[in-house]
């Protein structure tokens, strides 16, 4: 599958953000999710993943209690809406699907196809 993420920018703190992941190629709504951000200098961090049929969300530590991940199969897109944002959460945005369908994962390491990646500019 194909991905492309959308829907960086730059933001106030405070303020809230929806990324969006478009999935493309064969059977999109058959594959799990994850997104995760790196910023300059440290490592890809894990933010959350969703099963194909939009159950059982995971996510990080980090960002927990923030960040809310949905789907929506009809338009083979997955959203990561972000809230209170803060400084710290300026980094590249990456969506990402592992190679077998029905599965997901916290580690990027599971994961084969990557988005471009999207910036997230949080000015404080």
């Known amino acids: 599958v194909q991905l492309q993420a959308s829907g960086g920018g730059l933001v106030q703190a405070g303020d809230s953000l929806n990324l969006a992941c478009k999935v493309s190629g064969r059977g999109p709504h058959n594959y799990g999710v994850g997104w995760f951000r790196q910023a300059p200098r440290k490592e890809r961090e894990f933010l959350a993943a969703?099963?194909?049929?939009?159950?059982?969300?995971l996510y990080g530590d980090s960002t927990k209690g923030r960040v809310i991940i949905s789907r929506d199969n009809a338009k083979n897109t997955v959203f990561l809406r972000m809230e209170d944002l803060k400084a710290e959460d300026t980094a590249v945005y990456y969506c990402?699907?592992?190679?077998?369908?029905?599965?997901?994962?916290?580690?990027?390491?599971?994961?084969?196809?990557w988005g471009q990646g999207t910036l997230v500019t949080v000015s404080s």
């Open positions: 969703l099963k194909w049929n939009g159950e059982d969300p």
């Open positions: 990402a699907a592992p190679q077998t369908t029905y599965t997901y994962y916290t580690s990027w390491r599971c994961y084969d196809s």
